[in-house]
């Protein structure tokens, strides 16, 4: 009797235990989703109401003014999108040029924008969004143009011409493609870097995008833009500028196209264009996708 009388009150507790076992299962884990490692990084960055954008320091697509606010074409039509996504604060993070895909692939940012082209080699490891703007190419040289330097061609066709161009800017691949060598290059971390050598003769000229150079050769009486630099007929130029996005965030590249969209439609790209510097025709994209760039395809 005593026997079966302990069997009972074990058999019962068994099952007080189990059930109490499952309701606590289901009290912790069915969240419906709602834990941030189900949510997607869209709605991350939404509940969180801030992105971490890596920029570099590049007049006028991305840099901050006296204010230390973060500004410029690039990263001003990037805010105006993210804030038509709820994402409403832009929270800046300056890098050197070429340390922002790699910073990008190992998760340092949630996005890049500086301007930075759309080119076949940086497809394979970022996600661009559509173009946001379009940009040709500018020289800086030393006062006078003592070496009556106009294009990348009279770099080439002159070996004892150097020029001081940024790390990890397409400009490298562009003149290394016109026939200047690599022993012309001298490499440097940032605009300001690159202005500096010409100015000091260290370097006879440099180069960057268009907006950039002479935006750099107006704030030293050292140097000069060359008004008629002649464009080179090369693979990537005109160049196409726009936000990248890791390859993983697919949904928030989608989102992002489809809000900016609407901003070129509605005016506000080209008003942003206009007011750092930009014509707002010529340096607007047109109907150029990101997928015609990375697939290298031609483009006028």
């Given at each position: 009797m005593k026997k079966l009388l302990f069997t009972s009150i074990l058999f019962l507790s068994l099952i007080f235990l189990a059930a109490c076992g499952s309701s606590d299962d289901n009290a912790g884990g069915s969240d419906n989703g709602d834990s941030d490692g189900d949510k997607s990084?869209?709605?991350?960055?939404?509940?969180?109401?801030?992105?971490?954008?890596?920029?570099?320091?590049?007049?006028?697509?991305?840099?901050?003014?006296?204010?230390?606010?973060?500004?410029?074409?690039?990263?001003?039509?990037?805010?105006a999108v993210f804030k038509e996504l709820g994402i409403d604060e832009v929270d800046g993070q300056l890098a050197d040029y070429d340390n922002l895909v790699p910073g990008l692939q190992a998760g340092k940012f949630d996005a890049i924008t500086s301007?930075?082209?759309?080119?076949?080699?940086?497809?394979?490891?970022?996600?661009?969004?559509?173009?946001?703007?379009?940009?040709?190419?500018?020289?800086?040289?030393?006062?006078?143009?003592?070496?009556?330097?106009?294009?990348?061609?009279?770099?080439?066709?002159?070996?004892?011409?150097?020029?001081?161009?940024?790390?990890?800017?397409?400009?490298?691949?562009?003149?290394?493609s016109e026939g200047v060598d690599d022993s012309q290059v001298d490499k440097a971390p940032g605009i300001p870097e690159t202005i500096d050598a010409v100015a000091t003769g260290r370097a006879d000229a440099t180069t960057a995008t268009e907006m950039t150079a002479k935006m750099a050769a107006m704030d030293n009486d050292d140097v000069e833009f060359v008004e008629d630099?002649?464009?080179?007929?090369?693979?990537?130029?005109?160049?196409?500028?726009?936000?990248?996005?890791?390859?993983?965030?697919?949904?928030?590249?989608?989102?992002?196209?489809?809000?900016?969209?609407?901003l070129k439609e509605d005016g506000t790209v080209k008003e942003i264009l206009e007011d750092n510097f930009f014509d707002a025709e010529r340096n607007f994209p047109g109907d150029v996708t990101a997928e015609m760039v990375c697939a290298g395809e031609e483009q006028d």
């Open positions: 990084k869209l709605e991350q960055l939404q509940d969180e109401g801030v992105i971490k954008v890596g920029f570099a320091d590049e007049k006028p697509y991305g840099y901050e003014n006296e204010d230390g606010e973060l500004t410029g074409a690039s990263i001003d039509t990037a805010k301007g930075m082209a759309i080119t076949p080699k940086r497809c394979e490891k970022a996600a661009f969004a559509e173009p946001d703007m379009k940009y040709g190419e500018g020289l800086v040289v030393q006062k006078g143009n003592p070496l009556d330097l106009h294009s990348y061609e009279d770099i080439a066709n002159n070996p004892d011409v150097t020029i001081s161009i940024m790390s990890g800017a397409t400009e490298i691949d562009f003149v290394a630099f002649e464009q080179p007929d090369i693979e990537g130029v005109p160049s196409y500028g726009a936000v990248a996005f890791h390859p993983d965030d697919k949904e928030l590249l989608d989102a992002f196209n489809e809000k900016l969209k609407e």
